[in-house]
């Protein structure tokens, strides 16, 4: 019977060992990603059965490289493995194409429960979330679009990279696209979140954790 290929992607470098020890186990562990661009490079080259990816993650998040890998059509399950219990984010990993979702602060056996259970087709939600979403969902109406949401996935990169103290430069080098062309991203994020300042813009990433 073949192993479940697993993909697996944080940016601290003392829990990966520990998943990575972990996950061995039961399953078979395809690459390791630092990074959110190098988990979509990953992903393009091994096409795994299960990726399990943070959502805060360096150039490039989690959030946004489920969107990369869905419009190419990558059909591996996302199983997100984050910090944060904020729901409104658990609804917005599911929106991009999450299969499950689970907190760190989850136990071994429950990690490796989730995994199984997205690799079956299934969709798993941490105890501790499932409760609150439920409700969450029964309780609210329709959501009111929010600002971000009008960001195209190129202009949430760049801002995700400016928030991260890229230059114009460096960004459009990440990008492959040029200079001007990475600023006038710029000032259309600026036009249509209504802020004046890049440390304004970066106090915005911030706050909807795109850093």
Do not use: W
Not at 42 to 50: I, S, T
Not at 122 to 127: M, S
Not at 133 to 148: F, K
Not at 184 to 194: A, D, N, T
């Amino acid at each position: 019977m073949n192993r479940t290929r697993v993909l697996l992607a944080d940016d601290h470098v003392i829990l990966m060992e520990g998943l990575c020890h972990l996950v061995r186990q039961d399953f078979d562990v395809v690459g390791v990603a630092r990074d959110g661009r190098a988990l979509v490079e990953m992903a393009r080259q091994h096409r795994p059965d299960v990726i399990v990816t943070d959502i805060s993650m360096p150039q490039l998040n989690g959030i946004d490289a489920a969107r990369i890998l869905r419009k190419e059509a990558i059909t591996s399950r996302l199983l997100f493995l984050s910090m944060h219990a904020d729901l409104p984010l658990v609804e917005e990993a599911f929106r991009v194409g999450a299969s499950g979702y689970v907190l760190k602060a989850c136990g071994g056996e429950e990690f490796v429960k989730a995994i199984k259970c997205v690799a079956k087709g299934a969709t798993y939600i941490t105890p501790l979330l499932a409760g609150d979403l439920i409700s969450t969902l029964l309780t609210t109406g329709p959501h009111e679009i929010s600002r971000e949401s009008t960001l195209t996935l190129r202009q949430r990169e760049v801002l995700q990279l400016l928030a991260e103290g890229k230059t114009m430069k460096e960004v459009a080098t990440l990008l492959g696209i040029s200079t001007r062309t990475a600023e006038s991203h710029k000032y259309e994020i600026m036009r249509l979140l209504g802020v004046q300042t890049t440390a304004a813009l970066i106090r915005y990433a911030v706050h909807i954790k795109l850093v």
